[in-house]
């Protein structure tokens, strides 16, 4: 399954490799966005994963040149139903937090760079069961780590595709695919 997300990424630098305009990744540039992510929960002795979606602002200031600060705020978009025995159970993200390190790599003279992340996310999620009569909120944090691709197609606007390990838990993992859109300034 992770190998169709790397043939993905490797075709989206193919892509964005045609334009002409350098990544923007200097001391002193900042950047605002959004991303739309598919969210993963894998919980440990359950064969079905939770899929719910989210909207994550990000805001980012490279403090020297290809490393920056970002902070990302996000909210669910939508929830997932699964079938557990004979209920169905819904999980949503209601909301999620974080401060990351990002570190770019420019490849060469092209508009596209490699990126890793990694800082720390704190994200609430609930779970719930008209069947079941029940509803449950929990919180979490942890550490987080991902990789992505961006291309810069103008000075002032860049797109993103990444994966994210949001939180990576002895007993469940929530991972993420998401693709976004940043203006620099």
Known sequence: MKGKYLIALAGTAALMASTATMADVRAGSTYVGGQYSWLTYDESGIDTDLKPTAIVARVGH????HFAIE???GT??????IHFGPFDVT?????MF???GVGYLPLGDS???LYGLAGFTRAKATLSSNALDFSESDSDSGFSYGIGIQGQFTPQFSVNLEYTSYL??????VTSIGLGANFHF
């Open 98 to 100: 974080g401060l990351y």
């Open 111 to 113: 508009p596209v760079s």
């Open 168 to 173: 990576d838990k002895s007993d469940y993992e």
């Open 76 to 81: 669910g978009a939508s929830d997932d139903t």
């Open 91 to 95: 999980g949503e993200i209601d909301n």
């Open 71 to 73: 902070a990302r705020a």
């Open 62 to 65: 490279f403090v020297v040149d």
